[in-house]
């Protein structure tokens, strides 16, 4: 780099500094102004320790049981199984093969990026169209972490809710779907073309030796091996409940009856306060009667997983309702930390160009499926 070159670089270096220390000056002398700064700080690190112990080895818990029987399902062909059943629903529903339906469960056992071991497969690859390949990210999103999720929100009492979110999710799922097909195919006319020229690549078949292992020894090594992935998986939402539902809980809880203390769960209700500007919209579209509830679905923009450390607060504070977890099951689902995966989702599969057209229609897809739920919630709560 040459010395023309450096100053305006280090003069650019030096105005994102001083922006970011006024920001955080600025949030810092708001939130200790009010709290008292000994208790901010006491108020993160109690926060932090007590999701870590409270609701990270919680989730952690979920993780491992919900990986061994994803691994279950995987060893012993039920996951084959449903992929064989969903596959007449595929093309009318979503526009996609038959085998996108594989795809779909398994994010649904797993995370996110599952879907991109799927799309970079050749063979699975194939019997897409180029366009329809780029759709896997918003499709497999809307179902990331699903089973966690699931029995996460049935965990506090609320099955019914629950099996409602998740048909609002599968109604996000096919809007989110649609758009991003429908806008590539606008904005991009070349992407109507298969993935390979000469069409799908049927897999080689290969001659099934006789399996030595017996059912037990299958279904031990299945249970570990998946148990030690919901361990990998657990480990990996740690930073994601630390960091950012902290941050939400000091703007979205108020003080202790004691005051500021310094205990965990405090701060300064800014999030609520914002959102009563405008509660009707909220009222009206997902049927909060709290406003401190809007931090689930803010949260699950960036990861699902720290949003679900969420409950817990809410639900000491008596505002966890059967709509609420219909709702939150939907959004928690269908957005499941879509920001911080799509444009690496995208970017893996060769076409950034796409990342803004993907995250519009998610953004969309995900507020439908809240609001879905919500009514259909109402619906069946009049039976």
Known sequence: MTTSNKKPFLRRSSIEALIFLALFAAVSFALGSRMGSGNLLNTIMNTAHNLLLNTVFYLMGITVLTGALSKLLSEFGVVT?????????????????GVAALGGLMTFLSDNPAIIAFAKDKTFSSYFKKYQLLSLTNFGTAFGMGFVVIITMISFGHAGGALVGLFGAFC??????????????????????????????????????????????????????GGKNGVELGL???????????????????????????AANQGVPILPWLAGKIHWVFEWLFGF??????????????????????????????????????????????????????????????????????LGAHTVAGLCAGVIAHFVYLLVSLF
């Not at 199984?81 to 093969?97: D, Q, V």
């Not at 096919?174 to 097909?181: A, F, G, K, P």
């Not at 949260?299 to 059967?322: K, R």
Request: charged share 15%; proline share 6%.
């Open 289 to 358: 009667t709290d406003m401190r509830l809007i931090a689930f679905p803010m949260t699950a923009l960036g990861a699902v997983g720290a949003s679900l450390g969420l409950l817990p607060t809410f639900n000491d504070a008596g505002i966890l309702d059967g709509n609420a977890i219909a709702v939150f099951t939907a959004i928690g689902m269908c957005w499941s930390g879509f920001l911080s995966t799509h444009t690496a989702m995208l970017d893996t599969l060769g076409f950034r160009k796409a990342i803004s057209k993907a």
């Open 236 to 262: 990996a939402i740690i930073p994601g409940v630390l960091i950012i539902t902290t941050m939400v809980i000091l703007i979205t809880f108020g003080a202790g009856p004691e005051g500021y203390t310094g």
């Open 81 to 97: 199984m449903l992929e064989r059943l969903l596959r007449p629903l595929m093309k009318p529903l979503y526009n996609l093969p």
């Open 172 to 225: 996000g799922s096919i809007i989110s779907t649609r758009i991003m097909q429908r806008s590539c195919l606008k904005a991009f006319p070349e992407l109507d073309a298969p993935m390979l020229e000469g069409g799908p690549v049927e897999a080689a078949e290969e001659v099934e030796e006789t399996k030595k292992d017996s059912i037990f020894l299958r279904f031990l090594n299945a249970i570990l091996d």
